[in-house]
């Protein structure tokens, strides 16, 4: 159904002619209650020109209290919303009332995804500083100006990404891309692809990941060909780079299936992210499991099994008993040998890791104690930015010191 918001003032032929031009089959009139009579006779000479409309009456006690007028259109808008779906179909003329309350349906509805539309004309009285010349009127109707507002929810949808706070960036992008013109949402909704594809990885579903953002960064290149955007070629080259990375790391882990370094790497990148955010807790939390994997994956390069089900007659014989005796589960007979075990076989067998290790041990106890201590582990501290500093550059100096993938900013 087309609907129009109408406010009403002043004389009745720029309103007729606007109602006539657009044809709406609901109207809200956004009246004063000076300005009731004028709808009766708009309401007459619409069906004289063979055109009736069903209406609502929104009325302003106080035309000149922006407040008062602001709350009033918002009743405009909700009664629009129950009648028309589509926001395509809705137009919003502000050519009669008060300046106040012009004002006020503006602000009420540019945020909706409205037409605008106003009554002007090419001759006026007094000199051309009255009313339009009856006759002379002609019904102005613009773009959506949400499109020139919409750079502010770019903006907003910016900050989310910027921050990694993929959820609300998501739902922000959604709205955007509903309002804005075709070749433009088409640009976005390649953004929105490569967001999705960013959340993905940033909660470790890595195979999730992987389609959206090859989806997204191909189809924004070519978008950005016929449509070319300096700020989205940014975040594109960055996605590419990240697109690339999870493509060597989806390579080095058999489609993300086994341990390898470069998933230890990722893990070190998230939990950058998480400082970043001021979450010190986590990051010291996952930087604890990279050390983990940096562990499980030198012992099975150098034993050829897991250490969650470790093969004795592999280990060093001076460690085979001791740690049958200390790490054989009760539940499955399997040894599973924790991480300052793992680097003690390595170290006994003669591997660099397990060396430099025990060589930084005490370094690493001061990581092993934070996360500990942590709340999130078992204890009730909460880990600061020195803490997280120290721990980070440990594991960045001693075993994790290739290239961290950096999300694109937008």
């Not at 922006?66 to 179909?89: F, R, S, T």
């Not at 959604?174 to 909704?189: N, T």
Request: some cysteine; overall charge neutral; hydrophobic content about 35%.
């Amino acid at each position: 159904m087309k609907a129009m918001i109408i406010s009403t003032g002043g004389t009745t032929e720029p309103l007729v002619k606007s109602l006539l031009e657009h044809k709406p089959q609901f109207v809200c009139f956004f009246a004063s209650q000076q300005s009731l009579d004028l709808i009766g006779d708009i309401k007459r000479q619409l069906r004289e020109k063979g055109h009736s409309v069903k209406d609502y009456k929104v009325i302003c006690k106080d035309i000149n209290d922006l407040v008062h007028c602001y709350e009033k259109a918002l009743e405009c808008n909700e009664k629009i919303k129950g009648v028309c779906d589509d926001p395509d179909d809705v137009v919003v003329d502000y050519t009669g009332g008060t300046k106040t309350m012009t004002a006020a349906i503006a602000l009420a509805t540019v945020g909706h995804g409205y037409r605008f539309s106003y009554v002007g004309g090419e001759e006026r009285t007094e000199n051309g500083l009255g009313i339009v010349v009856t006759g002379t009127e002609i019904v102005q109707t613009g773009v959506n100006p949400w499109q020139i507002f919409a750079v502010e929810e770019k903006k907003l949808a910016a900050s989310f990404v910027n921050s990694y706070q993929f959820e609300a960036a998501i739902k922000t992008i959604e709205g955007i891309i509903q309002r804005l013109p075709d070749k433009e949402a088409v640009l976005w909704g390649y953004v929105l692809k490569i967001v999705q594809g960013l959340r993905a990885w940033d909660l470790f579903e890595h195979r999730k990941a992987s389609g959206p953002l090859y989806e997204g960064t191909r189809g924004l290149k070519e978008a950005l060909k016929l449509s070319p955007d300096e700020q989205l070629g940014r975040f594109l080259t960055g996605a590419e780079a990240c697109r690339q990375r999870l493509d060597y790391i989806k390579e080095r882990t058999n489609k993300f299936q086994e341990l390898d370094i470069s998933l230890a790497t990722d893990i070190l990148a998230n939990a950058d992210r998480r400082a970043e955010e001021g979450k010190y807790d986590d990051a010291v939390a996952r930087i604890y499991r990279a050390l983990e994997m940096v562990g499980q994956v030198a012992y099975l390069e150098e034993f050829g099994h897991s250490n969650s089900n470790a093969d004795l007659k592999r280990l060093p014989k001076t460690l085979r008993e001791d740690y049958r005796e200390r790490y054989q589960s009760p539940l499955d007979n399997k040894i599973k040998i924790p991480l300052e075990a793992t680097f003690q076989a390595l170290k006994e067998n003669g591997n660099p890791k397990g060396k430099v290790f025990f060589e930084r041990k005490n370094a690493f106890n001061g990581l092993l104690l934070a996360r500990n201590g942590s709340i999130l582990a078992h204890g009730q501290t909460a880990v600061d930015q020195g803490i997280f500093d120290q721990c980070f550059s440990l594991l960045r100096e001693t075993f994790l010191n290739g290239e961290l993938v950096s999300f694109p900013k937008l």
